[in-house]
């Protein structure tokens, strides 16, 4: 299967931008660079950023196990999303489909691209795709279907085989929206990028690895994709400072561990705790740092917190998700004071 044909016609006509570093990067050492109207006194962020994060890229090929010309970087994974979507949509023309309750950005996105959206419903029961659902909605304009798994609100991955059976049977692109997948203990997609050259997998900085502030999202697929969204990119879409930081961080693979070990313990916690309130009807399974749970009124309860000072994410106006609210996994401590104000209400 060739994706060139799913390729908007204007985007394939691009030709890659060549920004004034590119050219000579690597050539050799102590070029004097007066190409680029930069202030040369050093600061550490006078220069323009390596519009191909280098380094940055070549760390995560080794952690990741793919090789750096699958990879492009975004500012937060909801760049890279954009990028997807102006990649293969024809705006008033195509659409993507997306699996409610889900991440609320693909339609965002798709909307401001003008872009169609079309809803199929996770099941009612177990919050998996229904394939044939899918499939039947699905017409020649669905180029991006969008699988959030972990998913978010409800927490759940989806199932191997059902994602197997999208990306064979599905025309266009399958994106895996891997957001959550630190916290699970399902495997990612990305050993499987060569066998289905429409998977599309991103990943993002902002979750397990405590990087949010920094804004860096990861797209992962075949070389044939990443070159052609390097060419819609903006060419120094990753900061100096986000590169840097990224690189830091990274590194800290230990305590990274910890806190991701820490966070899934505490997720226990709250689940037997949320478990034994009066008023928590259900509680999801979740493979990822938060828990939603079934109330018996949740505008009432999530206004309750918030007048104890506690700020959850109600989440009863989602297709299937009525009175159901969303824990983000705290801290010890912050986990301990919600639990204690809970048993209050
Ligand atoms: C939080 C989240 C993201 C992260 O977006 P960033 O722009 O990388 O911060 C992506 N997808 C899902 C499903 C999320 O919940």
Sequence with gaps: MSIQHLIRTTIKALKPYSSARDEFKGLKDNLIFLDANENPFENGVNRYPDPQQQ?????????????????????GSDEVLDLLIRMFCEPNQDNIIILPPTYGMYEVLADINAVKTIKVNLSASSFQPQLSDILERANEYSKIL???SPNNPT?????ASTIESLLRTFKGIVVIDEAYIDFS???????????????????TL?????????????CFASTEIISTLN???APYNINELTQKKALEGLRKHSALKEQIASILTERSTLAEALDHLPYVEKIFPTDANFIMAKVDDANQRYQQLIEKGVVIRNRTSQPLC????RFTIGTNEENRRLVQILKTL
Excluded at 56 to 74: A, D, R
Excluded at 155 to 159: P, Q, Y
Excluded at 322 to 325: A, K, P, R, S
């Design 55 to 75: 380094r940055l890229k070549l760390l995560l090929s080794e952690m990741k196990n793919v090789q750096p010309e699958q990879i492009l970087l975004g500012n």
């Design 322 to 325: 009525e009175n159901c609210l």
């Design 146 to 148: 969008f699988l959030c």
């Design 231 to 233: 060419k819609i990119k």
């Design 155 to 159: 927490g759940n991955s989806f199932e």
């Design 185 to 203: 203990n399902k495997e990612s997609w990305l050993s499987q990028l060569h066998n289905f050259p429409n998977l599309v997998i991103t990943q």
């Design 206 to 218: 902002s979750k397990a690895y405590g990087m949010a502030g920094i804004r860096l999202g990861m």
